[in-house]
């Protein structure tokens, strides 16, 4: 499926295969020929998924698929080579032009998902990298992905962001999950919470506050 030497889809096939990275010794462009298997694989791929969440009202958004990739193989390779990159920054990690939907969140996050670990690994390098920030707006933006990483959601509206029943039990599931704190402890999303776990809430999270208008 793959042409030989493809860096980006070298890099994207072996991280969600293997959970690794590998690094090249330059920022090479990624053609049309390569954005056009990507979007196969990552159709593929969605579909996979979408079998275990049971929605047919969701396609892959090819798009977002192909745009959260580049984020994440131009991030993860900016982590070693920032020579003469500094220019090019807000070309190579660009804002998703398309409609954020629940379609455009998931595809996005198939390779998202990895981005907050590249992030963690440049802030330990240089806290004060632009890069860092530029990569936590676009979490910010797709922040079903960064669940477990330390984000600034206090504009979120989450009766508005989670009223789609699929992505809402998707959301729910990754916070328990992660044991993400901050957000099971936010009073919408606990009261999801504790409604989904019902009578067995300590076989899922003991630890879990149960979030009331006296405790907040």
Known sequence: MTEAGSPFLDTIFLLRKNECITLFSNVQEISSKEEREAED???????????????????????????GAKILYYSAQ???I????????????SRCKGKRDTSSILSADLS???LPQIIMALHTMDPEDILVTMLEDILTEFHYSGIGYDLDLKNVNWVEELKDAT???????RIVE????RLAE????????IAEFGMHKDAFWR?????????Q
């Open 41 to 67: 694989y990552f159709e593929a791929e969605f579909e996979k998924e979408r079998l275990e969440f049971l929605s047919s009202q969701l396609t892959c958004n090819k798009q977002a698929a192909v745009w």
């Open 178 to 181: 992660k044991r993400d704190y």
């Open 78 to 80: 900016l982590y070693l």
């Open 82 to 93: 920032r020579e003469n990159t500094e220019k090019k920054l807000g070309n190579l990690v």
């Open 112 to 114: 998202l998902r990895f």
């Open 167 to 173: 992505y809402r039990k998707l959301y729910l599931e």
């Open 207 to 215: 630890e879990l506050k149960i979030i009331t208008e006296e405790n």
């Open 186 to 193: 936010i009073p919408f999303i606990n009261k999801w919470l």
